[in-house]
């Protein structure tokens, strides 16, 4: 069976770094693109960027080019999402994705607040 | 990028009845590889996106049979024939043909 298991809920303050997982099994992790997807409350969906975890190709949306950081460790079969320095703008649920787009994970909600 | 619209946004229908959601591109969708990269998700409230189907017309495993999509380049349509109560939620078009991948903005079926 085909799942993406992503981290837990995070509560962090303005500034503070972040980095959250999504784990895939039961498929060949490095064969597919995985894709990390914002909602905004009440919003829709926004695809921020892909990553080909067999050679880490990477490409980022223009929205979201030098605000996250994508990556992926193949020996473990996980996908990263990272930021640096979060504002409170960066409140969402996240979603990993397998392309094109048949399993996702459950969302990681990050909530930044001072 | 490759702008989607979808329309309506909203669409209050009545319990077996069919709804109809229509979603354009700004550009073709057309692969260079020649297939067309055009899925339909949905979101029930509280859940993450599911998807329904891709590659404009395939049905992807589980799905019921009232779900259906076609079309083709730039103006594509998904249709179910006979609404139920679990259909209620959020469903958007996107593509993958071309990066950045996009998303329509979302069309919201609730049951009048």
């Known amino acids: 069976e085909v799942q993406l298991v992503q981290s837990g809920a995070e509560v962090k303050k303005p500034g503070e770094s972040l980095k959250i997982s999504c784990k895939g099994s039961g498929y060949s992790f490095t064969s597919y693109w995985i894709g990390w997807v914002r909602q905004m409350p009440g919003k829709g969906l926004e695809w921020m960027g892909i990553i080909y975890p067999g050679d880490s190709d990477t490409r980022y949306s223009p929205s979201f080019q030098g605000q996250v950081t994508i990556s992926a460790d193949k020996s473990i079969s996980t996908a990263y999402l990272q930021w640096s320095s979060l504002k409170a703008s960066d409140t969402a649920m996240y979603y990993c994705?397998?392309?094109?787009?048949?399993?996702w994970g459950q969302g990681t909600l990050i909530t930044v607040s001072s | 990028d490759i702008v989607m619209t979808q329309t309506p946004l909203s669409s209050p229908v009545t319990l077996g009845q069919p709804a109809s959601i229509s979603c354009r591109s700004s550009?073709?969708?057309?692969?260079?590889?020649?297939?067309?990269?055009l899925s339909w998700l949905q979101q029930r409230p509280g859940q993450p996106p599911r998807l329904l189907i891709y590659k404009i017309s395939n049905r992807f495993s589980g799905v019921p049979d009232r779900f259906s999509g076609s079309g083709a380049g730039t103006d594509f349509t998904l249709k179910i024939s006979r609404v139920e109560a679990e259909d209620v939620g959020v469903y958007y078009c996107t593509q993958a043909t071309q990066f950045p991948w996009t998303f329509g903005q979302g069309t919201k079926v609730e049951i009048k």
């Open positions: 994705v397998r392309h094109p787009a048949d399993y």
């Open positions: 550009q073709s969708l057309v692969h260079s590889d020649g297939n067309t990269y």
